[in-house]
């Protein structure tokens, strides 16, 4: 949180509107799962064989200088650089998360060392009936929890990442959480799943609409025991009861084709520089509010983690807003009850900026 306070001060002084939070960055598309909800390894083979070089995604950590950086994949552990690459981050004193599927993770510690730099992302979408099914293999889960235990023994940072579809029961994700929180695990991360074009199932993914129906119904009346590593505003968010705009540019992706446009989620072409793409986007053309039938349902963090960051330091207003989430909580419904609370949040304007009117409703 003060490497990102601090980050945003720097920006805000140098006077820039735009500027990532979070590098995503895919050093390869290869996975030794193959998820009906993914779009990430639908390329041919050839590209799936390829993979970045250490130098190519130090030389991308650099260009961004983004404070905290994110490996996704395809499973970055079956890249046959990953420490060399982690440590190269690492000794860049970014805050780097290492997303896995945790299948290899187990016998691969003892080539990692722990550091508070580095955390070890696991991927889990659920209790074991529910994971096994979305990776469409069974004995992940099992493998996944194994690991997560083994990291935590050896002294290592490890958060979870779980992506949520239409077939997700609220109380049953509500017992994950509380399983997930008994492992010892710093945070947890959420989020809904993404229409990607390309997944081999299209039939789960979420509405906006029932997005908020779900997330509401998981965490009004949260316990005090669940910790999540995502900032209250995008939890408010996820339930409707706080209002953002997406901001691609805070989570740039760099992966085999270069600096990828607008975000992780949606591919339409790929900038050669970091510069070129932040300066050569249509941003204007992506969002909820552009009317691109591609973002109207998308809620997903890789674009409204940087929206709440934006929301909470733009102004005193949303400082004070946010203090209050994470001190008090939020204003609870009844269980049951669906409808939005009125929203404490400051609408962003065209501006990208809060405005402050509305900030009386944080009582």
Not at 217 to 243: C, H, M, T, Y
Request: neutral net charge.
């Amino acid at each position: 949180m003060i490497a990102v306070l601090r980050h945003v001060a720097v920006q805000r002084l140098r006077g820039n509107r735009r500027y990532p939070l979070v590098l995503m960055l895919e050093p390869l598309f290869r996975c030794n799962l193959a998820c009906g909800g993914c779009g990430k390894i639908q390329h041919p083979a050839e590209v799936l064989r390829s993979h970045l070089t250490p130098e190519q995604c130090l030389a991308a950590v650099d260009e961004c200088d983004a404070p905290i950086v994110s490996i996704p994949g395809g499973e970055p552990l079956l890249h046959p650089q990953i420490v060399e690459i982690v440590e190269g981050i690492v000794a860049r004193r970014k805050y780097l998360y290492l997303c896995t599927n945790a299948i290899r993770l187990e016998e691969m510690l003892p080539r990692f060392r722990p550091s508070p730099y580095l955390a070890f992302s696991v991927h889990l979408d659920g209790l074991r009936e529910e994971h096994d099914h979305a990776v469409c293999r069974e004995g992940v889960y099992d493998m996944a929890v194994s690991a997560i235990r083994a990291a935590r023994r050896a002294g290592f940072r490890v958060t979870t990442n779980s992506t949520l579809f239409t077939d997700a029961d609220p109380e049953r994700c509500r017992r994950f959480f509380d399983d997930v929180m008994a492992l010892g695990v710093e945070g947890m991360m959420i989020s809904p799943g993404y229409s990607y074009s390309k997944a081999p199932d299209q039939d789960h993914f979420l509405s906006r609409q029932r997005s908020q129906s779900l997330f509401r119904r998981i965490l009004d009346a949260a316990p005090a025991r669940w910790k999540f590593n995502q900032s209250p505003v995008f939890l408010e968010f996820l339930k409707g009861d706080w209002d953002l705009e997406c901001r691609p540019w805070g989570t740039p992706t760099y992966n085999l084709f270069g600096w990828q446009r607008p975000c992780y989620l949606l591919d339409e072409g790929h900038a050669t520089t970091f510069r070129e793409l932040m300066e050569g986007t249509d941003w204007d053309g992506y969002g909820r509010a552009s009317g691109n039938p591609k973002c109207g349902d998308c809620m997903v963090h890789c674009g409204y983690e940087p929206a709440a960051v934006e929301a909470t330091f733009g102004s005193l207003g949303g400082l004070l807003a946010t203090a209050r989430l994470m001190f008090f909580g939020a204003p609870q419904r009844g269980r049951g009850d669906e409808s939005p609370l009125p929203s404490p949040a400051p609408r962003l304007q065209p501006n990208g900026l809060p405005a402050l009117p509305v900030i009386d409703r944080v009582a």
